[in-house]
């Protein structure tokens, strides 16, 4: 069978599709978002996560480092990152827990074990399996086969994707996916470029696409402040939408910081124009509205992050 990436398993999912849901998280994503709630996902390796508050200054991490990425400070464990494998190492020695190892490679045979163990609550919700990240179709045979396998056992399927994958792989995809979760960002392609490091054209056809197609889709836009929020790109965003065949709903995602302290844990630069702010609830109000007058049907949970 085929192995792939992963960094979490979440149970008992309720906002990431139909019913209650097993929601697991592929590493490795195209976008560089810079309000990615988990850019831990974003490198395709294992990243090794540093807890300051939980480390004692043994030194055994130090020690045992292969390639001598570790060096200790007073003020802790410091990591040059150009030397680091991410081979966990220092994770397995720590003895206080401060280091993590974020991410591990899983065969499609142990990853269908998890998930069938959650089958009684996907058959009383209604609910399912979904494959998020990071960027499921970034491992696009691996999806293919864990997607395959839930077939088999008659759960449902949702991919959770930011629609930049080749059209090829997409459409193999989409014939094995009950429903995608579909992200919409930035509409205009430069801007789009500019702040996630990758061109929009490719998403956008790719949208055009399932729905011509006729498959089960809901768009997903993260309502981020100074970035996505502006009223040219939510009308450019309504505009976009209107044109498609049998319009999907829409569910607006409201900003929160979750990812300040991540960057901070894992060492990473706090990507420029992030800065923790929050829309208020007239605000995301106003978003909605901007949707729905040109006749699309939003969605907006006060909890859900972007």
């Not at 003020?75 to 190892?101: H, I, K, N, Q, Y």
């Not at 836009?221 to 505009?239: K, Q």
């Given at each position: 069978?085929?192995?792939?990436?992963?960094?979490?398993?979440?149970?008992?999912?309720?906002?990431?599709?139909?019913?209650?849901?097993t929601t697991v998280f592929f590493k490795g994503c195209p976008l560089r978002c810079p309000?990615?709630?988990?850019?831990?996902?974003?490198?395709?390796?294992?990243?090794?996560?540093?807890?300051?508050?939980?480390?004692?200054?043994?030194?055994?991490?130090?020690?045992?480092?292969?390639?001598?990425?570790?060096?200790?400070?007073?003020?802790?464990?410091?990591?040059?990152?150009?030397?680091c494998s991410g081979c966990g190492t220092c994770t397995e020695v720590c003895p206080s827990?401060?280091?993590?190892?974020?991410?591990?490679?899983?065969?499609?045979?142990?990853?269908?074990?998890?998930?069938?163990?959650?089958?009684?609550?996907?058959?009383?919700?209604?609910?399912?399996?979904?494959?998020?990240?990071?960027?499921?179709?970034?491992?696009?045979?691996?999806?293919?086969?864990?997607?395959?396998?839930?077939?088999?056992?008659?759960?449902?399927?949702?991919?959770?994707?930011?629609?930049?994958?080749?059209?090829?792989?997409?459409?193999?995809?989409?014939?094995?996916?009950?429903?995608?979760?579909?992200?919409?960002?930035?509409?205009?392609?430069?801007?789009?470029?500019?702040?996630?490091?990758?061109?929009?054209?490719?998403?956008?056809?790719?949208?055009?696409?399932?729905?011509?197609?006729?498959?089960?889709?809901?768009?997903?836009?993260?309502?981020?402040?100074?970035?996505?929020?502006?009223?040219?790109?939510?009308?450019?965003?309504?505009?976009?939408?209107?044109?498609?065949?049998?319009?999907?709903?829409?569910?607006?995602?409201p900003f929160h910081r979750t990812a300040l302290e991540k960057y901070k844990r894992f060492?990473?630069?706090?990507?420029?124009?992030?800065?923790?702010?929050?829309?208020?609830?007239?605000?995301?109000?106003?978003?909605?509205?901007?949707?729905?007058?040109?006749?699309?049907?939003?969605?907006?949970?006060?909890?859900?992050?972007?």
């Amino acid at each position: 069978m085929k192995s792939g990436t992963i960094f979490d398993i979440k149970r008992y999912a309720v906002h990431d599709g139909p019913g209650i849901r097993t929601t697991v998280f592929f590493k490795g994503c195209p976008l560089r978002c810079p309000w990615c709630h988990n850019p831990e996902s974003q490198s395709s390796s294992p990243t090794v996560l540093y807890r300051h508050n939980l480390c004692v200054a043994c030194g055994r991490c130090v020690e045992a480092c292969p390639k001598g990425a570790l060096r200790l400070t007073e003020s802790g464990v410091v990591r040059d990152f150009a030397l680091c494998s991410g081979c966990g190492t220092c994770t397995e020695v720590c003895p206080s827990g401060a280091m993590e190892r974020v991410g591990r490679w899983i065969s499609c045979e142990e990853l269908i074990a998890e998930i069938e163990r959650d089958v009684p609550f996907f058959d009383e919700s209604g609910g399912g399996v979904t494959f998020s990240g990071g960027e499921p179709l970034a491992q696009p045979e691996f999806l293919t086969e864990m997607l395959d396998l839930c077939a088999e056992r008659e759960i449902h399927r949702t991919v959770d994707t930011c629609g930049f994958a080749d059209p090829k792989i997409l459409a193999t995809i989409a014939g094995k996916t009950d429903l995608f979760l579909f992200d919409i960002k930035i509409i205009d392609p430069e801007l789009h470029r500019k702040i996630t490091g990758q061109d929009n054209g490719r998403i956008m056809e790719n949208l055009r696409w399932l729905c011509e197609k006729e498959y089960q889709v809901e768009v997903r836009i993260p309502v981020i402040p100074a970035m996505t929020d502006g009223r040219d790109n939510i009308e450019a965003a309504a505009a976009f939408l209107c044109s498609l065949v049998n319009p999907p709903t829409v569910r607006l995602l409201p900003f929160h910081r979750t990812a300040l302290e991540k960057y901070k844990r894992f060492g990473m630069e706090v990507p420029s124009g992030y800065d923790g702010k929050q829309l208020s609830e007239i605000d995301m109000q106003g978003v909605a509205r901007l949707l729905e007058i040109r006749g699309l049907s939003v969605i907006y949970e006060k909890r859900r992050i972007a």
